[in-house]
């Protein structure tokens, strides 16, 4: 029997009992959060339902009324995700959208893909409003030029009309 014979083999997520292989991240379709789904509303068009959701992943040409928005992500270190969204049409408007229980908030989605846990807390990213009103207000600058609207043209500009033709000659 020849000696690698005796070598563990692959086994679940391990080589060699000892390894884990590096995994390629996959990530398809379109990321969805409680905060995006919020802003959809029955009797939208298609074209303001994509603006605000994305491209669906999956539309067919047999069920026009249909967009499908499919989300997986697998990446190592963290649990595997699949969702999906249904937007429903009647015609060119909205009609329903269904949601799964699961679809999480934008934080809580960043969180559970976040593989790198850095300590110390998280950055703060809006002032309270006593911070806000204790900034000091916006200074005005002397030379602050009034807009173009309130004074007309500028003086010594002079354009030609725009039906004149270039170079006639005549």
Known sequence: MPSWASLPSVTG???LGVLTPYRVEVVQ????TKEMVARVKPGMPKA???DLLGSPLLTDIFHEARWDYVFTIRRQGAQPQQRLVVAEFDGDRLK???VPDDLPAEN???AAIN???PSGKQPKLELSEAERE?????KRSAEAAPTAAAEGPAPGRIYPPLDAKLGSGS
């Open 96 to 98: 329903a959208l269904t």
């Open 48 to 50: 303001q339902v994509r």
């Open 134 to 138: 204790a900034l000091p207000p916006p």
């Open 115 to 117: 593989t790198f846990k």
């Open 29 to 32: 379709g379109n990321v969805l």
């Open 108 to 110: 809580d989605f960043v």
């Open 13 to 15: 997520d391990k080589v």
